[in-house]
């Protein structure tokens, strides 16, 4: 499939409107163009949005939500179920689109889009599971319970690594919360969210609901801040770096709204002696080269144990001369190029930083001398104590740390300021519960066996710490987009207090 057909698909052209609320609207007049950053050729440019079209979709997320709100949930189901179709039936013109423009390798594209069309089918499911608990009142023939109500429009900012994904999470729990979205994609990402955007547009109108899907494509400082500020939306669900969140987590609780921030991470993998190499090796290879790197689950710091820590240090850098780096639609390829020349610089700059403070690469590091934004993984050794390493820098960069112990590794895992992912590979069933325990990982999620990357839907994914605390997706992250009431019915003749308390007539 060309890039004239993908592109035909879902009605791309060299000039495209970003905007939509009921249909697409003239924006600013100033365009964005997408890159490829497999050859950093521009691919097509999309109108941003104005101060004025911000205020249209706004105003129309807001209007829709007073009908959304009222269709039963169960028939808000039906809309995501058949969001999931439009998305099955486009899986692979979407997953090549997000390979394009996102530069992560067709496998993963698939995947990702794979994520969306689950995260469809979860939201149906839980659309008739939208459960409140009912207590049994202190006070006689008093009935307490609690009940969830649709929040409002919720403002999705999302980043450029899972330019698609992420939407998802957000809004097929949020439709089926009865809520309205207004998107606002990463800028280097319009293309995937345009398209994403005419699924979204086919299905509202088949359902005559329109309003419900939203976008607002344009820069974070000026139509990502006018969502933060604005009060009509009462949650914003924000993915990217730790330092946009915390000014998104700072502007949306002045104004008392709620925000989701799902951010940075700096993830560990620990390698004990009793561990599986071979399952270690193929898991720390993926979490640490797939999406060059790009993942917020990405394998940056590698703690191995002194007994295996040669021997693994050894196959790996082995298994990392032998990753073919290229075209991301190529076949057998399996990384292709960082976002921007930003982020190969940020690279550069990391590797430099490692090298003045005394840690060693022992393999890769390098630009590559083609087009576009390719570089090859690279391998430090780190010494205790790297401050480097206590950076999420987003490239293929793996720190190795060698331990004499698990209470070390454990120490080593939890030292940094993020806590997305982490996971220790062993046999060992008392180190693989310590892991898990409250002495164990700080971190949202905690693995055995398996890497730190690659979640599955069904659970809470989110860190802690400067990870920002946000839980999206699976288990009941679908609280987050409704409002709590808790109901108290008398229907006594009398009007007991509760507590005992006594307040009689005067
Ligand atoms: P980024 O912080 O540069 O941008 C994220 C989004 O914020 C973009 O849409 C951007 O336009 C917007 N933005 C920028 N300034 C803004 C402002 N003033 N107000 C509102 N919005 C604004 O992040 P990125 O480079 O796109 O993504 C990479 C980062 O995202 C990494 O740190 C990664 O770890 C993180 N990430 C985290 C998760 C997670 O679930 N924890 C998932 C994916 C990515």
Redesign the pocket.
């Known amino acids: 499939m060309q890039q004239r057909d993908i592109f035909q698909v879902f009605g791309i052209e060299p000039k495209n409107p970003g905007t939509f609320a009921l249909d697409w609207l003239a924006g600013s007049g100033t365009w964005l163009v997408s890159e490829n950053p497999a050859t950093g050729e521009p691919l097509a440019a999309v109108e941003q949005a104005s101060a004025g079209t911000y205020e249209q979709v706004a105003r129309t997320a807001a209007q829709a939500f007073t009908s959304w709100r009222q269709v039963p949930a169960p028939r808000r189901g039906e809309l995501v179920r058949a969001l999931g179709d439009e998305l099955r039936a486009h899986k692979e013109p979407l997953a090549r689109l997000v390979a394009l423009e996102m530069g992560k390798i067709l496998s993963e594209a698939r995947g990702e889009v794979q994520e969306m069309i689950d995260m469809c089918d979860f939201a149906v499911g839980q659309s008739r599971m939208l459960y409140g608990l009912s207590m049994h009142s202190e006070r006689a023939r008093h009935r307490l319970f609690e009940q969830w109500h649709p929040l409002g429009p919720v403002g999705v900012?999302?980043?450029?690594?899972?330019p698609v994904a992420?939407w998802a999470w957000n809004a097929t729990l949020a439709a089926v919360c009865g809520d309205t979205v207004i998107w606002?994609?990463?800028?280097?990402t319009p293309l995937t969210a345009l398209a994403v955007q005419r699924l979204a547009s086919t299905v509202m109108r088949r359902f005559e609901a329109p309003g419900v899907f939203n976008l607002v494509i344009g820069?974070?400082?000026e139509v990502?801040?006018r969502?933060?500020e604005d009060p009509r939306v009462p949650l914003i669900s924000?993915?990217?770096?730790?330092?946009?969140?915390r000014?998104?987590g700072e502007?949306v609780a002045r104004r008392f709204g709620r925000s989701i921030l799902?951010?940075?991470?700096n993830n560990a993998v620990t390698v004990m002696p009793d561990a599986n190499l071979d399952l270690a090796l193929r898991a720390i290879l993926f979490a640490a080269v797939g999406t060059a790197g790009?993942?917020?689950t990405t394998l940056r710091r590698l703690i191995l144990h002194r007994d295996i820590h040669d021997a693994l240090l050894e196959r790996l850098v082995k298994a990392y001369a032998s990753i073919s780096i290229g075209d991301p639609l190529a076949p057998g390829v399996l990384m292709g190029p960082l976002?921007n020349e930003a982020a190969v610089h940020d690279m550069l700059a990391a590797l430099e930083q490692a090298r003045a403070e005394g840690a060693q690469v022992v393999c890769g590091g390098a630009r590559l001398d083609r087009p576009g934004f390719f570089v090859e993984p690279a391998i430090v050794l780190a010494p205790k104590g790297l401050r480097i390493a206590e950076e999420?820098t987003?490239a293929p960069i793996l720190y190795v740390f060698r331990v004499d112990s698990l209470a070390e590794a454990i120490q080593l895992n939890n030292s940094v300021r993020q806590g997305?992912s982490s996971s220790i590979f062993t046999t060992n069933l008392l180190a693989a519960e310590t892991f898990l325990s409250a002495e164990g990982s700080d971190c949202g999620i905690a693995n055995v066996n398996t890497g730190t990357s690659g979640a599955e839907i069904g659970g809470a994914?989110?860190?802690e710490k400067e990870?920002?605390g946000?839980r999206?997706a699976g288990s009941d992250a679908w609280k987050q987009y409704m409002r709590r009431q808790t109901c108290t019915i008398n229907w006594s003749e009398e009007l007991p207090l509760a507590q005992g308390v006594t307040f009689p007539m005067p």
Do not use: D, M, W, Y
């Open positions: 900012i999302t980043s450029f690594n899972f992420v606002k994609p990463s800028s280097h820069p974070g400082r990502g801040q969502l933060l924000f993915t990217g770096s730790t330092e946009q969140g000014r998104v502007a799902e951010l940075g991470g790009q993942r917020c976002v999420e987003f997305l994914f989110g860190g990870t920002g946000g999206e």
